[in-house]
């Protein structure tokens, strides 16, 4: 099957760095995600993108949809405490049928704030 | 807040036991997922509902039989769990159409099965 490699698998910063993480498939993908997940919770969305070479913000955070179709990444400028927890992409091939097209999850990113 | 409530957050089973996860939206979403989380990885699908109907099955042990009552509500009754099946079990739904990556998940059942 699919998979996406996330990459690096963990990150320790300091407060008001800058933050970037990839995500790299062998498989072409129509819909790329990102989620972030916090201890004790589920997966938040933050960036959803549906077109090859789409760059799209949400506040801090940027995300780009890589021109091939195989990957994708994610950006966020002056970290602050709020950032910290386990960040995902996801990318999902359309189907013809609504309710068969799955998501496929990478293997996350590790965020963590230095004091 | 989310928008997607799952209940219980915790559950204590024992391997003969019959338990049930709930989990209710009220978002108008004809899409529900159930996915599986151990530690430190990713959500894994088990389960699509899509208008009321399983569509997808990722070859889960029949110990795990999920429920769609109705556009709503979503369970998954578990019966003769092993140690293993130890995990976060985490409910999404979503819209049909364009937008169907976009999930909005619950905040998830911690399950431990002795």
């Known amino acids: 099957g699919q998979q996406l490699n996330q990459s690096p698998q963990s990150m320790f910063i300091q407060e008001g760095e800058d933050v970037s993480m990839n995500c790299t498939s062998s498989s072409i993908f129509n819909t790329w995600l990102w989620y972030k997940q916090d201890p004790g919770e589920g997966p938040v969305l933050l960036i959803a993108l549906y077109k090859a070479g789409e760059l799209t913000s949400n506040g801090r955070l940027t995300a780009q949809f890589g021109i091939t179709r195989k990957d994708s990444f994610l950006n966020i400028s002056a970290s602050i405490p709020s950032d910290v927890g386990i960040y995902f992409c996801?990318?999902?091939?359309?189907?013809?049928?609504?309710?068969?097209?799955?998501?496929?999850f990478g293997t996350g990113t590790r965020l963590t704030i230095i004091p | 807040d989310t928008e997607v409530t799952q209940t219980p957050k915790h559950l204590v089973m024992g391997m003969t036991n019959k338990k049930s996860l709930k989990c209710e939206q009220h978002m108008g979403h004809r899409a529900m997922y159930w996915y599986k989380q151990k530690a430190k990885k990713p959500p894994e699908l088990m389960f699509v509902?899509?208008?009321?109907?399983?569509?997808i099955n990722e070859s889960v042990p029949s110990r795990f039989s999920p429920e769609c009552p109705n556009s709503s509500l979503l369970n998954l009754h578990l019966h003769a769990l092993q140690p293993e099946d130890s995990a976060l079990y985490l409910c999404?739904?979503?819209?049909?159409?364009?937008?169907?990556?976009?999930?909005?998940f619950g905040e998830g059942s911690r399950l431990t099965v002795l």
């Open positions: 999404a739904s979503s819209q049909p159409g364009l937008y169907t990556g976009e999930l909005f």
């Open positions: 509902y899509s208008y009321e109907k399983l569509s």
């Open positions: 996801a990318g999902q091939i359309k189907g013809t049928n609504f309710g068969n097209e799955k998501l496929t």
